[in-house]
């Protein structure tokens, strides 16, 4: 199994900083990473694939990076919405997941 | 617009077998482009890819729950299905359905149903 790390588990943060999580996988695994933003009672939403692809209707502020095996989602400017937990997930051989990122208010 | 609903059992007993059915509507799943799939996330705690199943009729399978978990589509009706046998509290989880779209050979899953929370107790 390729296992997935991600860090921090949760960080505060106010309206406007700049936020950066990583995720870092136990092997290899080229460009095939996700990122996922979950909120409190609802199902993950995709916001970046192939490591740096944006999915349509996600906001610029988000930006993904890495290959191999570290990579990186920032969003530029926190905005009130962005407050959620952050899920990466591989999907070089079959699909794993992060332990989550939670983003709370500072 | 696409949209995933998931349905079944919210309590079932120890040992028992889990079903849950994925209604999919908006988009017909034997689209060669999509492979359809079950994810989980036990309360509190993060996702676990459970399985997937291809038009095809091809499944893949979560290698901790293989020996546990069969998946089937109805074409007719627009639906996948999920059966998890043995169970435990260990499977008590919200499930969640989802859509994997490729992406250079890549795969993220870009529409997820709401889950259904599943409760193994007696």
């Known amino acids: 199994d390729i296992q997935m790390t991600q860090s921090p588990s949760s960080l505060s943060a106010s309206v406007g900083d700049r936020v950066t999580i990583t995720c870092r996988a136990s092997q290899n695994i080229r460009s095939y990473l996700n990122w996922y933003q979950q909120k409190p009672g609802r199902a993950p939403k995709l916001l970046i694939c192939?490591?740096?692809r944006l999915h349509s209707g996600v906001p610029s502020r988000f930006s993904g990076s890495g290959s191999g095996t570290d990579f990186t989602l920032t969003i530029s400017s926190l905005q009130p919405e962005d407050f959620a937990t952050y899920f990466c997930q591989q999907s070089y051989s079959m699909w794993t997941f992060g332990q989550g990122t939670k983003v709370e208010i500072k | 617009q696409l949209q995933l609903q998931e349905s079944g059992p919210g309590l079932v007993r120890p040992s028992e077998t889990l079903s849950l059915t994925c209604t999919v509507s908006?988009?017909?799943?034997?689209?060669?482009?999509?492979?359809w799939g079950w994810i989980r996330q036990p309360p509190g705690k993060g996702l676990e890819w459970v399985g997937n199943?291809?038009?095809?009729?091809?499944?893949s399978y979560h290698p901790s729950l293989k020996s546990r978990v069969s998946m089937s589509m109805d074409t007719s009706k627009n639906q996948f299905s999920l059966k998890l046998s043995s169970l435990t509290a260990a499977d008590t989880a919200l499930y969640y359905c989802?859509?994997?779209?490729?992406?250079?050979?890549?795969?993220?899953?870009?529409?997820w149903g709401q889950g259904t929370l599943v409760n193994v107790s007696s």
């Open positions: 989802a859509r994997f779209v490729v992406v250079v050979a890549a795969t993220a899953n870009d529409c």
């Open positions: 908006g988009g017909s799943i034997s689209n060669s482009s999509y492979y």
């Open positions: 192939v490591a740096s």
């Open positions: 199943i291809y038009y095809s009729g091809s499944t």
